[in-house]
């Protein structure tokens, strides 16, 4: 009887798998990155673009060059006649504050209304002035000019020390003493008894807090000083380290040499100060009453800080008793 050979497959009753071999993977390299480059550049669209910047690195820059220069024609240059102040220069303000802030920050001939940083220069200038306490807004007007809107320090007494006398406004900045003539001093209140000399130029800050409340004390009477027939602002003489602003107190000397017990700056938050209008319609009683501060055998020291009385006495007595402390 024949035999037939058995499968090996069929014995284990699985089906043989046919394998294929698979073709390799196809990678990009440098011949088909520079075909596809290649193609792409040469696309007639590119190409103008290419051709484009090309010929626009060469035609700018002499196009840029053959141009006329605005910026150096007459209708864009500025001179400190196009610059107009809001408002107008106050009286001791001097009439040439434009004049002085160019010259200060060497601007003269410099100005062009094509520069787009000329606001902010003519501002930064303008800040720096010791007249200027503030600069509000620099703008170009529609009719080529400048507007510039400032706000202005305004003197309020005059520091009398050893070396002369010294305007300064109402938070105790130096003002330009050379801005006042001799006649001038006359029109504001003096501040005396005071030891120290300016810290700075004009336009910064006394450094110094009698002058600064006594430069606030000044602007709460500037209305009244001369109704009032004040003379003078004095400074507290022993100061003790540790002495705030708010522990201060002041005198003032009336025309006829009687001195008045102030106290404290204009504003005190300490407990019991009389307010400056409180401490003024006083004084205005007092004279009604009396007709002057030395009637009728002055002068005195007058003290109006009570709330329920003014006391006074002779000056004399006063300032014999204030020597021995």
Known sequence: ????????????????????????AETAGPTSVAGWL???????????????????????????????????????????????????????????LVNQVLTQANLQG????????????????????????????????LAGGI?????????????????????????GVLLPPADFSVSDTDRFLKVENIRSTPGGPAGTSWGDSSVTGAAQLAAGLADVWEKLQLEAILAPTHIPVDTQPDDLLFSLRTRGGSHIVWGRIPDSKYPGELTTDQKVARL???????????????????????????????????????SRK
């Open 38 to 96: 290649s193609s792409f550049l040469y696309q007639p669209a590119v190409l103008v673009l290419v051709a484009i910047a090309a010929t626009a690195t060469f035609v700018i820059p002499i196009a840029r060059d053959s141009l006329p220069d605005l910026s150096q024609q007459d209708q864009y240059q500025l001179t400190q006649d196009d610059i107009h102040l809001h408002p107008v220069p106050t009286r001791w303000v001097p009439p040439d």
């Open 110 to 141: 410099r100005l062009n209304s094509l520069d787009t940083g000329l606001s902010k220069t003519l501002a930064e200038a303008f800040r720096l002035h010791p007249w200027v306490a503030e600069v509000q807004q620099v703008r170009k007007s």
């Open 1 to 24: 009887m024949a035999r037939t050979k058995s499968n090996p497959d069929k014995s284990t009753g699985k089906k043989s798998k046919a394998k294929t071999a698979q073709p390799p």
């Open 147 to 171: 507007d510039v809107s400032l706000k202005y320090r305004e003197p309020v007494a005059m520091v009398h020390v050893s070396v002369g006398m010294y305007p300064i406004d109402s938070t």
């Open 284 to 322: 205005e009683k007092y004279l009604a009453d009396f007709g002057s501060y030395a009637e009728p055998s002055g002068p005195y020291e007058i003290d109006i800080r009570h709330w329920q009385e003014i006391s006074r006495r002779p000056l004399d007595a006063a300032l014999q008793t204030t």
